[in-house]
């Protein structure tokens, strides 16, 4: 799923909103304060009104236009962005625990794992190009599965896994992080992600005994 792209897309609409909206109650405020300013300095009483119903039926109508517009353009780019993902080359196991990962790899024997206390991080290395299904559980508390070059996460719970589908486009080294407080040393708990290309992630699959068919075999 490419998360940055649709992320971004959102968040540049909904932050132009804010914006047009944060200017229209500065807008409103300094003309209410305008108004009573005037009526003060002429002597005019202000306002007994008590309600207004064609200014709250306004104000309601344009609280619902707002929120509907953002709930219909938050669906017409998650569709338009995260189609109906392909068949995943290959899966990886994210397991989490207080307080460090662990990454397999089904089908092959190949575990990357660490200590992460004293910054020996454990490495989720990856191939670019291909698509690939985590699924991500915990060993005791909750933890968040947090990948910032992704603008993605996702929780890990305890006795429980959940799955999602990404694909990485360009070789480099990025770092993770849990994203949910899990205890004393939560703030030492991340990870590196390495993305390499297909070939020589291969490569690095065999060397630790692994078989990149058999990855493919195992989804």
């Known amino acids: 799923m490419p998360f940055r792209g649709a992320f971004s897309v959102l968040f540049q609409q909904n932050t132009i909103i804010a914006e047009v909206v944060f200017g229209l109650v500065l807008a409103m405020t300094a003309v209410a304060v305008a108004m009573s300013w005037h009526r003060k300095r002429h002597g005019t009483e202000p306002s007994r009104k008590e309600k207004s119903f064609r200014m709250e039926l306004s104000y309601i109508g344009g609280l619902l236009g707002v929120a509907c517009f953002l709930i219909v353009s938050s669906f017409v780019q998650n569709a338009r962005d995260f189609p109906d993902a392909p068949d995943p080359a290959m899966q990886v196991q994210v397991t989490a625990y207080q307080w460090c990962w662990q990454f397999s790899y089904p089908g092959t024997r190949v575990i990357a794992g660490g200590q992460c206390e004293g910054g020996k991080l454990p490495t989720l290395v990856l191939p670019t190009g291909r698509t690939i299904r985590f699924d991500v559980t915990s060993r005791d508390v909750v ?70 068919a058999a990855l493919r075999r195992a989804v």
């Open 143 to 212: 933890h968040g599965f947090w990948i910032p070059y992704l603008k993605f996460k996702i929780y890990a719970y305890p006795g429980h896994v959940n799955t999602f589908d990404a694909t990485f486009y360009h070789p480099g080294r990025h770092i993770g992080r849990c994203a949910v407080y899990c205890g004393l040393l939560h703030y030492e708990m991340d990870f590196n992600v390495q993305l390499l290309p297909p070939a020589q992630f291969d490569r690095w699959l065999r060397a630790r005994g692994g078989s990149p």
